[in-house]
């Protein structure tokens, strides 16, 4: 048997009147939320996706060329082997591409792992990657201490200065990637601009777009061309599955399955692929109430006697909030806010938040807040001197919270924050 990777996926047995590849020239995002890739169970006609815990699939008669130890041609048999893919997980791949108006998707285990799966499909020995300065701090870790150690040179960039960017282009520069709005400190990146960059100097462009999510931004329509989410985050919502995709173009997504998927065994479980379908069902809703709730939890920390500076796209006071407008449908679910003496105010929050939550990661549907010490961040992940630094610092100060809005009543959210960050 050829041990090749299926090259050309199915729609899996799709309706294909549900699928939309490209977005904007069918049904709305919001029907593909719930209708992309959704496949009707041929023997039930169930309208919720069917879980395939299968590993393997048997051999279909007539599917493909057999040889003498099995069959040669694997792209007829896509589901001959879970990691591959899965009928399930395959689902939520065409869902995810249909809402990024991508041609395909692949989903992983993790978002680190989709972030991982990206470095090392598309970086080799003696190759130059251009990396956000400020991005999740598990992506920054894994390119600044682990891609050396391959021969992979990394340049950390200030992405909101383009003519940065442009700066740092070498002849082997092969990949660009960034975040927007970047974790923690929602600094935005220009996309366009740094895809027409990416694409004048021959590399590609990848985005961790976990923050923005598809209801605010569709990076791939701006020129970027691999958009990377953690599905861990705002996309499945609900605190209870780790997953993680990259939307892109067809060959890109085929190059990344075949290492990252069959190699590098990054694939996801099935039963992580039906939670974060469900979790997907209600993508717009959730992201617009939280969005709404965000702004409004925002705007009252900003007049609030405790705090002393608030960091929302959609402030008029962000200091790229035309950019937001103008790439950002919505503005999302996390804010940032610095108060004066951070180490007894995140005592405090931990002590007597009642409705949200003291805690690590975001985009869940209870809302979430932590403290980031910029000492702690530079010492622990970014290592940023200098002007990289200081522009840190125009953001962050000494150390921001981030709060990740969730699905409460906001009045029950600001009266929870009002007591636990007031003297
Ligand atoms: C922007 C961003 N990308 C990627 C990740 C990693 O995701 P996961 O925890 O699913 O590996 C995170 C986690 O916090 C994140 O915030």
Same mark, same amino acid.
């Given at each position: 048997?050829?041990?090749?990777?299926?090259?050309?996926?199915?729609?899996c047995?799709? !309706?294909?009147?549900?699928?939309?590849?490209?977005?904007?020239?069918?049904?709305?995002?919001?029907?593909?939320?719930?209708?992309?890739g959704l496949v009707i169970d041929?023997?039930?006609?169930a309208i919720a996706p069917n879980i395939s815990?299968?590993?393997?699939?048997?051999?279909?008669?007539?599917?493909?060329?057999?040889?003498?130890?099995?069959?040669?041609?694997?792209?007829?048999?896509?589901?001959?082997?879970?990691?591959?893919?899965?009928p399930t997980v395959r689902q939520l791949? #065409?869902r995810?591409?249909?809402?990024?108006?991508?041609?395909?998707?692949?989903?992983?285990?993790?978002?680190?792992?989709?972030?991982?799966?990206?470095?090392?499909?598309?970086?080799?020995?003696?190759?130059?990657?251009?990396?956000?300065?400020?991005?999740?701090?598990?992506?920054?870790?894994?390119?600044?201490?682990?891609?050396?150690?391959?021969?992979?040179?990394?340049?950390?960039?200030?992405?909101?200065?383009?003519?940065?960017?442009?700066?740092?282009?070498?002849?082997?520069?092969?990949?660009?990637?960034?975040?927007?709005?970047?974790?923690?400190?929602?600094?935005?990146?220009?996309?366009?601009?740094?895809?027409?960059?990416?694409?004048?100097?021959?590399?590609?462009?990848? %985005?961790?777009?976990?923050?923005?999510?598809?209801?605010?931004? #569709?990076?791939?329509?701006?020129?970027?061309?691999?958009?990377?989410?953690?599905?861990?985050?705002?996309?499945?919502?609900?605190?209870?599955?780790?997953?993680?995709?990259?939307?892109?173009?067809?060959?890109?997504?085929?190059?990344?399955?075949?290492?990252?998927?069959?190699?590098?065994?990054?694939?996801?479980?099935a039963?992580?692929a039906w939670?974060i379908m469900r979790?997907?069902d209600?993508?717009?809703?959730?992201?617009?109430?939280?969005?709404?709730?965000?702004?409004?939890?925002?705007?009252?920390?900003?007049?609030?006697?405790?705090?002393?500076?608030?960091?929302?796209?959609?402030?008029?006071?962000?200091?790229?909030? !035309?950019?937001?407008?103008?790439?950002?449908? %919505?503005?999302?679910?996390?804010?940032?806010?610095?108060?004066?003496?951070?180490?007894?105010?995140?005592?405090?929050?931990?002590?007597?938040?009642?409705?949200?939550?003291?805690?690590?990661?975001?985009?869940?549907?209870?809302?979430?807040?932590?403290?980031?010490?910029?000492?702690?961040?530079?010492?622990?992940?970014? #290592?940023?001197?200098?002007?990289?630094?200081?522009?840190?610092?125009?953001?962050?100060?000494?150390?921001?919270?981030?709060?990740?809005?969730?699905?409460?009543?906001?009045?029950?959210?600001?009266?929870?924050?009002? #007591?636990?960050?007031?003297?």
């Amino acid at each position: 048997m050829t041990v090749t990777r299926p090259s050309d996926l199915p729609a899996c047995g799709i !309706d294909q009147r549900r699928v939309v590849p490209a977005a904007n020239t069918g049904p709305s995002r919001e029907t593909l939320a719930l209708n992309g890739g959704l496949v009707i169970d041929p023997a039930t006609k169930a309208i919720a996706p069917n879980i395939s815990m299968s590993v393997n699939n048997v051999f279909i008669p007539g599917g493909g060329p057999f040889s003498a130890d099995g069959v040669d041609d694997l792209t007829a048999l896509p589901f001959l082997y879970a990691r591959w893919t899965n009928p399930t997980v395959r689902q939520l791949e #065409q869902r995810l591409a249909a809402l990024e108006g991508a041609d395909d998707a692949m989903a992983t285990a993790t978002g680190v792992a989709a972030i991982g799966a990206t470095f090392f499909t598309f970086l080799k020995k003696g190759d130059h990657l251009i990396l956000s300065d400020v991005c999740y701090a598990g992506a920054n870790e894994l390119a600044r201490r682990i891609l050396p150690d391959y021969g992979i040179e990394v340049t950390p960039v200030n992405m909101s200065r383009p003519e940065d960017v442009a700066a740092a282009f070498r002849s082997n520069t092969r990949l660009v990637h960034c975040e927007s709005p970047c974790n923690p400190i929602l600094r935005l990146t220009d996309l366009a601009a740094i895809a027409e960059l990416a694409r004048k100097h021959g590399a590609l462009m990848s %985005v961790d777009s976990t923050l923005a999510t598809p209801v605010a931004t #569709q990076p791939l329509l701006l020129g970027v061309d691999l958009v990377i989410h953690s599905l861990t985050k705002f996309i499945n919502g609900h605190g209870d599955a780790l997953g993680g995709v990259v939307c892109g173009r067809k060959e890109l997504v085929e190059k990344i399955r075949s290492r990252a998927g069959v190699y590098l065994g990054a694939s996801m479980p099935a039963m992580n692929a039906w939670l974060i379908m469900r979790g997907i069902d209600t993508l717009f809703p959730r992201i617009r109430m939280i969005s709404e709730s965000a702004a409004k939890i925002a705007a009252f920390l900003q007049g609030h006697s405790a705090v002393e500076a608030v960091t929302y796209p959609g402030l008029a006071s962000h200091p790229q909030h !035309d950019l937001a407008k103008h790439q950002m449908d %919505v503005f999302g679910g996390i804010v940032t806010f610095r108060v004066k003496n951070p180490g007894q105010v995140a005592r405090q929050l931990a002590e007597r938040l009642k409705v949200a939550h003291y805690t690590f990661s975001l985009g869940h549907q209870r809302s979430i807040v932590v403290l980031l010490d910029t000492q702690e961040m530079m010492k622990s992940t970014y #290592q940023l001197t200098g002007k990289q630094l200081e522009d840190y610092r125009r953001f962050a100060g000494d150390g921001v919270f981030r709060l990740s809005v969730g699905l409460e009543a906001t009045d029950d959210l600001l009266v929870d924050l009002d #007591q636990a960050i007031s003297d």
